[in-house]
């Protein structure tokens, strides 16, 4: 089985907006 | 064929040709007739002319054929006689003929600097310590391990009155040392210059008042030789006119220089070495897979190689790394579809920028290290048991 590629839509950035890449 | 290569294409050492090195090259005589004109001599013509370029012309002149020094009527009665070779040769002999009573005392010098400093090779004198505070040439030759400058018998005369100075450089050296293995032979046979010193005119042999004004005298001689090879130091079989019109040696096995004695800028994977007949000792390029164009030499390496290979690549380019260019550098990793030597054989790591626990994958199978519950090359999913979570620290948690 094949899981989907992780969807950096679904991440809640609130508390680690320090670590959030730039896309 | 090439004969710095044999047939395989594997270096060989190779040397030019062994030529008149004197030929076509100026003289520069410190006294030459005919300024002012006399009537035996008038250096403004042509026809009556006596200039040093005669001693190193070709030959074919219609004029006169020998060169001319002044009439000398007193001390100093020595006249030079200076050849710049152009660039280094290693000498067999050198030979001048006289057109008249050739001198008794002759001094044959050379410089291995282009004149800055010069040292005795030979000297021709029956009053060897007189003239030139020598001893006259023992029977045996040099009385040390290496060459020296002896003092020979002067050049005699021949019943038409010319004379003919011969000296072959190995009349200076002990027998047994040879070339190859001789750096002090190699030392001694190497000239950028010759400098012949006419010291004393024959028909003063004898005479105490030799210093003094005597019977004007005029030394004359033709055909200065100076035979030898093209310094190249094994590594040339030729030497040619640069775009300056410098003589350079045309350079082989990876180097470079006007007489070979350097490597070329890559080619430093191993000291130079000056070529023997037995092995070229070629200057070898650095291995760098096709990724660097410069290199510099370790001897420690060297040492640590067993003597093989001391080059170390610099500025590796298409993102590769080490000594040799021969691994990715950090953040790629090496495509095994790709030849090493391909520029595409090093591919960005690209890991997740939320999945992978860092920037760094292996260099080798080019696996991102992932966060827990995170798999992939690029560590871009969920492990099987494991559902995307909305935390970026924790990306994947356990399914419930």
Redesign the interface.
Known sequence: ????????A????TD?ED???EV | GDPCHDEGGAPRGCVPGLVNAALGRDVLASSTCGRPATRACDASDPRRAHPAALLTAAGGTAGPLCWRSDSLVRAPLNVTLTVPLGKAFELVFVSLRFCSQPPASVALLKSQDHGRSWAPLGFFSSRCALDYGRLPRPSTGPAGPGPEALCFPPPQAQPDGSGLLAFSVQDGSPPGLDLDNSPVLQDWVTATDIRVVLTRPTMLLGDARDTEAVAPYTYSATELQVGGRCKCNGHASQCLLDAQGHLVCDCRHGTEGPDCSRCKPFYCDRPWQRATTRDAHACLACSCNGHARRCRFNMELYRLSGRRSGGVCLNCRHNTAGRHCHYCREGFYRDPGQALSDRRACRACDCHPVGAAGKTCNQTTGQCPCKDGVTGLTCNRCALGFQQSRSPVAPCVKTP
């Open positions: 089985e094949v899981m989907p590629t992780l969807d950096m679904l991440f809640d950035w680690y670590l959030k890449p």
